[in-house]
C-alpha cells in the first residue's frame, strides 16, 4: 500500500531544495555578476550587487581578447580523443578482468588500481624526460597519452564494477547463439553497459575540460594550449581582469553543460550499477 | 552493431592519427622545436625559444619583428602565468629540458639555476657587448652569481609607497616625511572610516613590502644588509620591534579586514576606488590604475620614511646547454628584447626597463619619481636578498604574528633559527 507523505512534509522537503539548490547556485550566480560588471563598478560596490549597467560585450571581449575560440577548439580535440579511446581501453580491460576467466585477474586489478594512487605531481619529471625523448612534448598524441594513462585506473574501476552486476547467463546465451568473444563484448556487453559508459564520459570528459597541471607543463605553444591554462591570460603578476575571467569560465563551462545534459539520463544508475559487488 | 563499432573504433584511430598530425596546432613551426635543451638547429636556421611570462604582451610584436629582420633565427615564445613558470621552469631543469632563455628574477629566485650550473656564464659576452652601457648596473648586479653574470636583465623594478590623493585630500593630508608623520597618518585615515594599508597576506609577498620597510627604519641600512646577508642575528632588538610593530598595525585594523588570507590583486582593487589609503607597490602601478578603469594622475608616490627603497629586476637566463652558434643566436635575441629600441616601441606595455637611454610614456607617470628615488638608495626586496626556505619561514612568521600564534620575540627566534639551518645545511652541503 502507498503511504501517504503529510503535506507539511512535502512542503518542508521542497523548501529544503530550493535551500540547498541557492546554496549551490549563489557562487555561480556571483560570478555572472561580475562577469557582467565593468571593472570600476566591481571594485566600487560589494560583489554580491546586481551590476550597474549589464556589460554583455564583456564576453565577447574575453573571447576575443582571450583567444578562447582557439583554447576550446584545442580542449575539445583532446577531449574527444581522449575520452572515446580511453573508455573503449577501459572497457576491453573490465571485460577481461570480469568475463576472461585467467589466474591472477584480481592481482591484475589491484595493479591497475595502483595508478590511481600515484601523485600526478610525483610523475611530472620523468614523463616531461620520456616525452622529450620521444619528441612528444608539445604534442596532442603525448598530452592525450598521459592522459590515458592517468584515467585507465578509475575507468576500469567504474566499468568492472558494472559489468560484474551482468549475469553470466546471458554470456552463455550468446555463446549458445555463436557469438565469439570479441562478439559478446560489442553485442551484449557494451550496449548493457550505457549507463556506466555514460556515467564514465560525463566523468572523463570534465577531468580531462578541466584538467590544469599536466597541460600547463606539456604544452608550452600558446596556439596549442588548452581552456583552463588559456584562461590564465586574464591574470598578470601583479592584477587581474576579473569581469573578463569570470565572464571566460561562464563560456568555458559550456561544453561540461552540454555533455552533462546529454548524459544525465544514465548518470544515477550508471554510478549505482558500478559500485555494486 | 558489430559494423557500427567497428566504424566507431575506426574514426576513433583517424581522429588520432588527425591529432597527431596537427600537433603543432597549425603554427609553422619547425620539427621538434620544443622545449628541448638547445635550439633547433638546421643548415640555415636557429630556433630560439624563449619562455615569457603571459603579461610580457610587448615581446610578441618584438618576436614579429625580429624573426622578419633575421631570417636564420626565429624566436618561438610560450608564455605562462607567474606561478605555472616558476613549476615549468623547475620540472625543465629537473629533467634537463629547459629552453634555450628564459624569463626569471634575480637574486634568491634566479640563483637556483645559476648555482646549479643550468646558466651559460654571460661575463665575457657582458664585457665585450659593454653592458654597462645598456643596462641599469644595479640590475646586472642583481643576476650576478659568485661574479658570474647569469641574465639578460629586462625591468628593474622599484618599489615604494603609493597613496590615494582622494584620500588625502579627503582627510587634508599630504606626503609624510617623518616615520611619525606616516603612523599619525594611519591613525587619522583610521580614525576617518577609511582602512589604512592595503595589503593582502596570501603568498606573503604583499605584507613583506611593509615588513622589510619596517626593519629598514628599526635596524637602519647596514644591520638591514647584514640580515639579508645572514651575517647577522635575526634574534635582535630590531626585528622583534619590526614584528611588534606590524602585530600593533594588525590589532589597530590598519589592514583590511581578513588580510592575512587576502590575495594581492584583491587587497590593491581596494586602493583604486580609494576604500583604502595606501599601498605599497611598484613601477608598474600605473598600468594596472588604468587598466582597472581609474585614472593615475588621481594617485601619487612618497618615499617610506627610510633613506632606501626596495628594488628588484627580472632577467632572462640563458641555458647552458646550447651549441656556440645557438648561444650566439640566443644572446642576440635577448640583447634585442631588452634592447632601447625595443623598449621605446614598446613602452606603455613593457613595465620598467633596465635598458638605460630610454624614454619614458606619459602614461606612466609615477615611473621616473620611484626610480628616482631608488637611486638615491635601494636594497634587495626581501624575497629576492633572503634564500628561499628563509623566505618562507618569513612568511610564516608574518601570519602567525597576525594570528596571534607567535609574539614578536617567538618570530625573530624563529627567523634566526631558519637563518641558522640554512647555513648549517649549506655549509655541510
Known amino acids: 500500500m502507498e503511504q501517504r507523505v503529510h503535506p507539511i512534509s512535502k512542503a518542508l522537503k521542497y523548501v529544503l531544495i530550493v535551500v540547498l539548490a541557492a546554496i549551490f547556485l549563489l557562487p555561480v550566480l556571483f560570478i555572472a555578476f561580475t562577469a557582467l560588471k565593468s571593472s570600476s563598478d566591481l571594485l566600487t560596490r560589494p560583489f554580491y550587487m546586481f551590476p550597474e549597467k549589464l556589460q554583455w560585450h564583456n564576453f565577447v571581449q574575453a573571447w576575443e581578447q582571450g583567444r578562447m575560440s582557439m583554447y576550446m577548439k584545442n580542449t575539445a580535440l583532446i577531449a574527444l580523443v581522449k575520452v572515446p579511446l580511453g573508455i573503449l581501453i577501459e572497457a576491453l580491460a573490465a571485460f577481461a578482468l570480469t568475463r576472461l576467466a585467467f589466474k591472477g585477474s584480481e592481482w591484475l586489478f589491484a595493479l591497475f588500481l595502483i595508478g590511481m594512487m600515484v601523485p600526478m605531481q610525483a610523475t611530472l619529471v620523468p614523463l616531461n624526460m620520456i616525452l622529450n625523448k620521444l619528441g612528444l612534448v608539445d604534442t596532442y598524441p603525448g598530452i592525450i597519452l598521459i592522459y590515458l594513462g592517468f584515467g585507465i585506473p578509475f575507468g576500469i574501476l567504474i566499468l568492472r564494477g558494472f559489468f560484474r552486476t551482468i549475469p553470466k547467463e546471458i554470456d552463455e546465451a550468446a555463446l549458445i547463439d555463436g557469438c565469439g568473444v570479441m562478439g559478446k563484448f560489442f553485442k551484449i556487453i557494451i550496449p548493457l553497459s550505457m549507463p556506466a559508459i555514460a556515467t564514465l564520459f560525463i566523468f572523463d570528459f570534465m577531468a580531462t575540460w578541466n584538467e590544469f597541471l599536466l597541460a600547463q607543463i606539456f604544452i608550452t605553444k600558446d596556439s596549442m594550449r588548452t581552456i583552463t591554462t588559456g584562461l590564465l591570460a586574464f591574470r598578470g603578476q601583479y592584477s587581474a581582469n576579473y569581469p573578463l575571467m569570470n565572464a571566460g569560465v561562464l563560456i568555458s563551462v559550456v561544453p561540461v553543460l552540454i555533455v552533462y545534459v546529454a548524459f544525465q539520463k544514465y548518470f544515477v544508475s550508471g554510478l549505482a550499477g558500478s559500485v555494486k559487488g | ?429
Open chain 2, 1 to 429: 552493431m558489430t559494423k557500427r563499432w567497428q566504424a566507431f573504433v575506426g574514426l576513433l584511430m583517424i581522429a588520432l592519427i588527425a591529432a597527431g598530425c596537427s600537433s603543432s596546432g597549425g603554427t609553422n613551426s619547425e620539427a621538434g622545436s620544443t622545449s628541448g635543451t638547445s635550439g633547433t638547429s638546421s643548415a640555415k636556421k636557429i630556433t630560439v625559444s624563449v619562455w615569457a611570462l603571459q603579461e610580457h604582451t610587448w615581446i610578441d610584436g618584438a618576436a614579429a619583428d625580429f624573426n622578419a629582420a633575421n631570417p636564420d633565427i626565429q624566436i618561438e615564445v610560450s608564455k605562462y602565468a607567474v606561478d605555472p613558470m616558476k613549476e615549468a621552469l623547475k620540472v625543465a631543469a629537473n629533467s634537463g629540458t629547459l629552453p634555450n632563455m628564459w624569463s626569471t628574477w634575480g637574486g634568491s629566485l634566479g640563483s637556483f639555476y645559476a648555482e646549479n650550473g643550468l646558466t651559460a656564464d654571460l661575463t665575457q659576452i657582458a664585457k665585450d657587448h659593454n653592458w654597462p652601457s645598456l643596462y641599469n648596473q644595479a640590475a646586472i648586479d642583481m643576476g650576478t652569481y659568485n661574479g658570474k653574470v647569469s641574465g639578460i636583465p629586462y625591468h628593474l623594478n622599484a618599489v615604494d609607497m603609493w597613496y590615494s590623493k582622494t584620500v588625502y585630500d579627503k582627510l587634508k593630508l599630504t606626503a609624510p616625511s617623518t616615520f611619525e608623520e606616516l603612523e599619525a597618518q594611519l591613525q587619522a585615515m583610521k580614525d576617518g572610516g577609511i582602512t589604512p594599508l592595503s595589503l593582502g597576506g596570501k603568498n606573503g609577498w604583499h605584507v613583506m613590502r611593509l615588513t622589510e620597510q619596517l626593519l629598514e627604519h628599526f635596524a637602519g641600512p647596514e644591520l638591514h644588509d647584514k640580515l639579508n646577508n645572514l651575517t647577522a642575528s635575526w634574534n635582535d632588538p630590531a626585528v622583534v620591534q619590526t614584528f611588534a610593530k606590524l602585530k600593533e598595525y594588525n590589532d589597530k585594523g590598519y589592514f583590511p579586514k581578513g588580510y592575512v588570507a587576502l590575495d594581492p590583486t584583491e587587497a590593491v582593487n581596494l586602493f583604486y576606488p580609494g576604500t583604502t589609503g595606501l599601498d605599497i607597490d611598484g613601477t608598474w602601478l600605473d598600468g594596472n590604475i588604468a587598466a582597472a578603469g581609474f585614472n593615475v594622475n588621481d594617485f601619487g608616490v612618497f618615499k617610506f620614511p627610510t633613506g632606501r627603497s626596495s628594488v628588484f629586476a627580472e632577467m632572462f637566463q640563458v641555458s647552458a646547454d646550447l651549441d656556440q652558434a645557438t648561444l650566439e643566436a640566443t644572446i642576440k635575441v635577448g640583447e634585442y628584447l631588452t634592447s632601447a629600441e625595443v623598449v621605446n616601441k614598446y613602452i606603455d606595455s613593457y613595465g620598467t626597463p633596465a635598458a638605460l637611454n630610454v624614454t619614458y610614456s606619459e602614461n606612466t607617470p609615477h615611473l621616473k619619481p620611484l626610480l628616482d628615488m631608488a637611486t638615491k638608495g635601494s636594497f634587495l626586496i626581501t624575497d629576492q636578498a633572503l634564500p628561499q626556505e628563509v623566505v618562507q619561514k618569513l612568511f610564516e612568521a608574518q601570519d602567525k604574528v597576525a594570528l596571534k600564534e607567535w609574539t614578536p620575540e617567538q618570530a625573530a627566534e624563529g627567523m634566526e633559527k631558519a637563518a641558522a639551518d640554512y647555513k648549517a645545511k649549506n655549509k655541510t652541503s
